[in-house]
């Protein structure tokens, strides 16, 4: 190549990058917002389900509610337990501790399982008929969902 053209053959390099990264984020950007929605979850996602009706919206948004705030009052207790379980019985090293926030941990899971199922039978007692044989069927595939560690 002649000394002239390597000049005028990187401006139009350049460009062409330029406009190749241009296109890029162009589509990153554009792109982004034609991507689907993520699976609905928790309220919306029973709301959808069972096809409720403005009134049952109403009362299973409030009845909703109420669990949620529950929920988040028992977990911010087995926080603050596990927190006292690994770094109060680590330090003392003592099975007298581990067992006392173990079973007040279990004790609030208890509450917990026992706060869902009044919850759920609440939001049944909202439904149609032909409704509570589908929440039956949401609840089925809740409570067999796989919890804790996958299998490989």
Known sequence: MSTLSKPVFLKWLVIV???INAATLAYLYIGDKKKPAPPKRGRDFIEKEL???????????SLHK?????????????????????????????????????QKIGAELTTLET???????????ICT??????????????????????KQ
């Open 51 to 61: 096809e409720l009706n403005a009134q049952q919206k109403v009362q299973h948004d």
């Open 17 to 19: 990058l330029l406009l």
């Open 66 to 102: 109420i669990f949620s705030d529950k929920q988040q009052a028992i977990f911010s207790r087995i926080k603050v337990l596990k927190d006292s379980l690994y770094f109060n019985s680590n330090a003392n090293n003592d099975s007298t501790l581990v067992n006392y926030y173990t």
């Open 129 to 150: 008929p032909e409704q509570q044989i589908k929440l039956d069927t949401i609840i089925s595939r809740i409570n067999n969902m796989q919890r804790g560690p996958r």
């Open 115 to 125: 706060e869902s199922f009044y919850h759920f039978k609440k939001v049944r007692g």
